[in-house]
């Protein structure tokens, strides 16, 4: 059974800094590409960081780019999502997804290209 187990959410002053964890019980997890998606209230889920099978790629949403870094360890089966200079427009609840892809330098920012979804970690950032 694929699990995702996203942990490292909690809250933060503006400004600050986080770090994300998604331990993943995938049998191939270098097979698989991996993304970052949040949901804040009242709006849809949307794309906020995906990484390549190998971690040669990144790729971020507009609204994170030069402050949130997705990094990946094959070795440990787990991503992670460094936050900084947090916004209160960060505040979401945040999921990590996997992607098994062929393809080992293609990423995807499409919620409809993942095959599993984490449970979500909260972020919480107020003034």
């Known amino acids: 059974q694929v699990q995702l187990v996203e942990s490292g959410g909690g809250s933060v002053q503006t400004g600050g800094s986080l770090k994300l964890s998604c331990a993943a019980s995938?049998?191939?997890?270098?097979?698989?590409?991996m993304g970052w998606f949040r949901q804040a209230p009242g709006k849809e889920r949307e794309f906020v960081a995906c990484?390549?099978?190998?971690?040669?790629?990144?790729v971020y949403a507009d609204s994170v780019q030069g402050r949130f870094a997705i990094s990946r360890d094959n070795a440990k089966n787990t991503v992670y999502l460094q936050m900084n200079s947090l916004k209160s427009e960060d505040t979401a609840v945040y999921y990590c997804?996997?992607?098994?892809?062929?393809?080992?330098?293609?990423?995807?920012?499409?919620?409809?290209?993942?095959?599993?979804w984490g449970q979500g970690t909260q972020v919480i950032v107020s003034s």
């Open positions: 997804a996997a992607k098994f892809t062929v393809y080992p330098s293609r990423s995807y920012s499409r919620e409809v290209e993942y095959d599993f």
């Open positions: 995938l049998r191939t997890f270098s097979g698989n590409a």
């Open positions: 990484i390549t099978r190998g971690g040669d790629r990144t």
